[in-house]
């Protein structure tokens, strides 16, 4: 069993390790959720070898007592003990772009287009000052294909958790393998193209708070971070976005200011309880359900906007 993160570079990495090891069974927790519900537990307990790939799941450990555990995996994490293998450079102080690169680099597997796609899909165009480059460049070379269409690849390949199609997302392990038909696959071009028109409808609602922008929105779809992304990005406003989903608020906050620094709010958002994650210039944050206009009041006045 392989249990794998929804978005591209989980999506390829599993593709890499059935290259590898044959095909098999797999399974992402559900979306948004990164940890395992009971649910999950349920259903991953009849497995007696499970594999987790790009994802850092404390709770996997409780997975121990019935199956035998291998993590492959680039994030931040502490160890878990009781795995039989537990491979994340980060363990031993290195940053891997992707979990691609580490899978290629565990077993000696083939630079191909499913190592560059995972790349692409968590660094973006930061991808172009890895030393992974010139390789991603041969990638494009052999296919004949732009920089673009590697975008357009994980557009395509994101476009099914965006969504919330979490069995759409198992179908891409399959459709990753041949990256032509893959650019070419009509379902997930038109999930692209209403993802787009989601995104825009959304961040034309946002509202001149004076010195920066706010946006209450509620769609079941995973597209906060890009609707905060066109705000900041696309019209150059500070932004502040909040989701109000079914059972709890997500937060997003964004700058297009260059001395931004989002790390403060983070750990503010941690010490309140929250699970909160992001880096200099973007955070993101899940509260209890209701709590979205007031925390954003709160973060509104740490930052003296
Ligand atoms: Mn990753």
Redesign the pocket.
């Known amino acids: 069993m392989i249990l794998h993160?929804w978005?591209t570079?989980?999506i390829t990495s599993a593709a890499i390790y059935m290259d590898l090891f044959g095909e098999d069974e797999h399974y992402t927790p559900k979306i948004g959720n990164y940890y395992l519900d009971e649910e999950d537990m349920d259903y991953l307990r009849r497995f007696d070898s499970i594999v987790i790939l790009?994802m850092n799941l404390p709770d996997s450990k409780e997975l121990c007592g019935n199956a035998e555990l291998k993590i492959y995996d680039?994030h931040r994490t502490e160890r878990i003990e009781c795995a039989a293998e537990h491979y994340n450079p980060y363990l031993w102080g290195k940053h891997y772009p992707?979990?691609t690169t580490v899978l290629s680099e565990r077993f000696g597997y083939k630079f191909n287009h499913l190592v560059a796609l995972?790349i692409v899909g968590?660094m973006g165009p930061k991808a172009k000052e890895l030393k992974e480059w010139n390789l991603i460049e041969k990638v494009m070379e052999e296919y004949r294909i732009k920089w673009e269409d590697l975008e357009t690849a994980v557009a395509l390949l994101d476009s099914s958790y965006k969504l919330n199609k979490r069995f759409e997302v198992l179908e891409n392990v399959h459709r990753a393998k041949d990256l032509r038909s893959l650019l070419e696959d009509d379902t997930l071009r038109s999930n692209v193209e209403k993802i787009d028109v989601e995104i825009h409808r959304w961040a034309q609602r946002a509202e001149s708070m004076g010195s920066y922008y706010f946006l209450k929105m509620r769609t079941p779809y995973h597209i906060i971070s890009s609707v905060t992304r066109e705000i900041a990005w696309g019209m150059g406003k500070r932004a502040i976005v909040v989701n109000e989903k079914e059972d709890r608020d997500e937060f997003y906050i964004r700058s297009p200011e260059k001395n931004f620094n989002a790390i403060p709010l983070i750990e503010y958002a941690r010490e309140k309880g929250y699970r909160a994650g992001g880096k200099r210039e973007v955070m993101g944050a899940v509260l209890p359900k209701g709590k979205g206009e007031e925390f954003s009041m709160e973060i509104v006045k740490i930052l003296g906007w």
Do not use: A, L
């Open positions: 993160h978005d570079d989980g790009d680039h992707s979990c995972g968590d």
